[in-house]
């Protein structure tokens, strides 16, 4: 057990030359963060659609709150945990090879990549307004509520209600895939490596939508059980 504790504070370690582009990031978007929170007219290229009744623009402190929950809460280390697990089972990075410390670096990797992913997003939904927050849908039916789902992972609401492509979470799917090719074993630095990645991390997000679109009805179901 400490073995596998200590392999994992060494994988976190051997990525520490990504430390200053997590400074870098994060001081870019506490400077965008700092900007006035004043409500703005529909955005270019905005889609017209209600807003589900319990939204309501975020103030600065309630983002930069849900920013702190997504990089340092357990839910954070559990996804590096799961992400690094996948990765174990398929042998890649090659380089890192398999046991203790190989699972370590790939913690470590994953949450790296996690931490400059939001860090982005955070500066970028800020200076633009987007709120990439999810609300379950009051739709019926199983295709139209996963339509829901996926479609509130490619748009973010604005301080109006309306929707837009989300920049922000493009834009830091797309960073941390390319950043954090800086710490990358050679098989894995090409810029085709980088865009598979960037999918990934895209993809992720949607499945994770969908499960929270329907996790409300299992979990009523369950609980009827």
Request: charged content about 20%.
């Amino acid at each position: 057990m400490i073995a596998a504790a200590e392999s994992v504070c060494k994988g976190i370690s051997r990525t520490s030359r990504v430390t200053v582009f997590l400074v870098l990031g994060t001081a870019i978007s506490a400077t965008l963060a700092v900007a006035e929170d004043r409500p703005e007219s529909d955005p270019p290229s905005a889609t017209s659609s209600s807003p589900p009744p319990q939204f309501t623009p975020m103030t600065r402190s309630e983002r930069f709150s849900n920013y702190l929950g997504s990089v340092a809460s357990y839910w954070s280390i559990i996804r590096a945990a799961a992400a690094a697990g996948i990765q174990q089972a398929n042998g890649t990075p090659k380089e890192w090879g398999g046991g203790a410390a190989g699972y370590g670096d790939r913690v470590g990797d994953a949450y790296a990549y996690n931490v400059i992913n939001r860090t982005l997003q955070y500066g970028i939904s800020a200076a633009l307004h987007e709120d990439n927050r999810y609300f379950v849908s009051d739709q019926t039916g199983f295709f139209r509520r996963t339509k829901y789902a996926i479609r509130s992972t490619l748009l973010a609401r604005h301080d109006n209600g309306s929707q837009s492509i989300s920049f922000s979470r493009f834009g830091g799917a797309a960073g941390a895939a390319f950043i954090s090719r800086s710490w990358q074993p050679r098989s894995t630095t090409t810029a085709g490596d980088g865009a598979v990645s960037f999918g990934l991390t895209i993809s992720a997000d949607v499945g994770f939508n969908v499960f929270r679109e329907f996790w409300p009805d299992l979990k009523r179901h369950l609980r009827k059980k």
